[in-house]
């Protein structure tokens, strides 16, 4: 009777043990996709192929609370449109700047370097932070010829003097005319985008 018992313990502490097992598996794809996120690469593609063979010009702007925004490239220039457009944005090995990306496909595109500015917090005043975030806009046709199209907004965060905490958080995709919530809080931030011509 005994020997049945224990045989039974042990047959529950095995089943018991099954059932919470921990086992290592292969990393995905978008397990690699969150690491270089938190690293700051970040990428947005973009379906072209309704444009294939127009001429795009890359736009960046760049938008100062209380400034009349720039075009931070200086000078036009374009590419043909093919079947997809990538936009990103990397670190550059220091914080005061990001490098962002164009890629037409096919290895046509270009890179730039990003200034950012520091976020003021009061508690640190002499500690110079950069953090910086991104959204895509939506996307609304129809899309004229020649008229800006907005597609990625790159912004700072932002000091919160009621929690004590700086942050970059609210909609998730910014509107076209910029009229999102969260962009009345960010001090600072590039819109990259195109124009078909």
Known sequence: MIKHIITILLSCAFLTGQAQELKSIEPSLNDYLLLL???GYMVYSFDTKDFNGSQAEPVVMEYVKGEEPKDVLGFSFSMNLDEKLVIGFAPSGNDSTAIYT??????????GRLKLRAIYAPEEPTKSRYSYESRPFELVPPFEKGKFIPLVLYGSYWYEPETGVSRFCGESIIKPDLSSDIVKSIPHFFVLGIKIK
């Open 37 to 39: 996120k938190a690293q």
């Open 102 to 111: 164009f890629n037409f496909s096919e290895g046509r595109g270009f890179n």
